[in-house]
């Protein structure tokens, strides 16, 4: 076979931007037929963006895409599908009171008449083919979360797939429903089939896949063959040359115990384990950051110590407040922990979400935190208004007026309002998730450096992060999640980018040991 | 006794049937997501207008044509409540505007319209309007078997063809919905458009489509209580009690439980509770006051909604994208 013949997909030089973000720069690289090929990377490394642009949730902005040496224009999934290129997302595009077979049979041209039974055959060859179980005639809500995703696959199968694209696969599985999730995949390789599976595990990429593509920052990095790889290798070329910062990072001043997490366990909407049995401590007067790829529990470790989440039991978040009196913040409602004296405050990742409300000014923003102030029917208005002034001066908040809807304003901006809100309220614990995500340099070393200043004043402040870069110029010190455990607590001071990358992707196993 | 149980199942079922053409509208709407209050408004328009279209027929002709009569009055019917259908779509699909406000302007201008309408006709006639002609038409009973079978002529073939045109239509429908490819991808869109739209299902042109044959059905709802359970007669008065029946169509929907075979059944419960006051007071001696009746289906519905909610069954539950508006995802 020449090579001409063995290349299912090429991308020459295709690049995507958002706004003024680019997504994917100049990505040059070709896929193989009947591989499983992986695609790694960090958070927003262009992943899935590359592969929405495959399977038509996308278009490029420049650069072309061949498949089978012909170049093809995909403007819709529909167009993916007709080339045989199916994608299975991380969310199930799925209808819940649906049968497995109503749900392949969704929107396939053919007879008016639905031939239930002609579908449910098709579908259990394909299930015999490459080792699939499932029941087509089991509705949607009843299946597990694996079931599900093999019925995604069925799904683009039936519609005649012949290269297959799966969005962090693993990610919502056990280590069995992944082996058996492996085993089908090599059995579709051996079908011809290609697959890609995109994914920030090393030791899955290292199990399952034949070569491995490396994108970082958007920009393609170089495909090594799997047989040669191994997890350092592959974590080096992930994160990259080590970029200087210069952030400050003052020692930490007498720190305090303010926050002790103990045995913190979550669990997801699908009964999954979210976070699992999370102890650490935080210190006022330190930052400590949070790492993670995301999705690991960043945002439910948060929400769960705001009181916004449903733990399980034996989970305990002890506050040490100011005055020496002991909380559990367990089980009190946001609304009682700020009665309780507990200074906590919040910045959700979702700015304009859960954070801030965008038809509202900076002067209603500031009203959400201060209704409690006055004790009358009408709002509290002149606090507010101070407030709201003060954080436009101190932050440099460019807005037209106080009481321009903040969802006008620019991504840095809106940040800086819910930051200088949350700053107001004096917290004893200031915990931030991706507050410099979207923002340009200068904002961001704006947050920076009231982050320190907090620092500086004694507050405990937990910063969760997805730059490595960042965190390990910013942070005293650095506890990584992998998979809702926590894998390590390192120094920020010296610690390397390779090895929190490492703890990252590799869970260590009971002994200490990483199992790779 | 009997002989007043009778007529309240003749009121019962006739009405039943108009119910159930009116909800089975809304209900196909409804699976497509959309949750339209604009029922009552769009009933009254198509009541006004098939009304008035074959009142000037009838008034223009010297011998009219029974065939032509229910063309012209099912098709005018059907086509000016498609037209309602066609403006809440476009205000809630194309421009995307929240469908509860959309809904209920709908019905007041539908009102609004159809009152306007009738003053203006009811001024432009001697004063009685009446179309006896129509209502004959309309109100033909089939030869043998509303007469030989007793009680069962009485009670069910004591009515005109609009009664078991309904019936027919509420089959076709569980049909289509249940058996069809179109009616399977009906029901995605209203299950979850965002999946329908990766399967290649165009949201928009089934969530038009569906608001437009649905208020069609609704349309032809409204001739069919003129012409049978209003008996064929006309006053501006009337739009008020089509809009009350429009209300009760749209509570009916959700007492079925989305499913167009319960709207059979489920009409017949709300028709009985709604005119018991009428019937009772002769049969048992019994005074209800009307409003207390008329407040029974509404309280069964709301009942209905508890005791489902609590079960927490997946399949009894609407549409689960219903009075959403979908946006494709962009970053």
Redesign the interface.
Known sequence: MDTQNKIAVSFRGVTKT?GSVYANRDVTMEIHKGEILSLLGENGSGKTTLMNMLSGIYCPDAGEIYLDGKQVTIR???DA?ALGIGMIHQHF??????TAA?NV??????????NVAEATEKINTICRTYGFEIDPSM?V?DMTVSQKQTLEIVKALYRGANILILDEPTAVLTPQETDKLFSVLREMRKDGKTVIIITHKLHEVLAVSDRVAILRKGEYVDTVETATANEQILTELMVGQKVELNIERPAPENPVLRLQVEHLTVKGHEGETVLEDVSFDAYGGEILGIAGISGCGQKELLESIAGLQHVEAGSKVLYDAPDGTKEDLIGKDPKKIKELGVALSFVPEDRLGMGLVGGMGMVGNMQLRNYTMRKSILAEIKHSKELAEQIREELGVVTPSLNTPVRRLSGGNVQKVLVGREIASAPAVLMTAYAVRGLDIGASYTIYHLLNKQKAKGVAVIFVGEDLDVLVALCDRIMVLCDGKVNGIVDGRTATKEEIGYLMTNLKTEGGESNG | MIENLIPWLQQGFKFAAFLALAALGELLIEKSGSLNLGTPGTMCVGAATGFISVYRYVAAVEEPNAFVLIVLALGVSFLSAMLMGALYSFFTVTLRINQNVIGLIITIFGVGLAKFLSDYFVKSTSGNVRCDEAHRVFTAKIPFLSEELGVVSKVLFNYGFMFYLSIALAVVVALFLN????G??L??VG??P???D????SVTRYRYLAACIGSGLVGLAGIFCTMEFKSGAWAVADIDSIEAFGWLAVALVIFALWKPMNLLWGSLVFSICYWAYMYLPKMLGINVPTDLAQMLPYVITILVLIVTNLRKN??S?GP?ALGQSYFREE?
């Open positions: 958002f819709s999934p529909q599908h595009k799925l209808v819940d009171v649906f109503e049979l969704l929107g396939v041209k053919g007879r008016e008449i639905l509705k809500y | 058996r069809t490819r179109t399977l991808n029901r995605a299950e979850n965002a999946t329908a990766a399967a290649g299902i997946r399949e539950q689960a970053r």
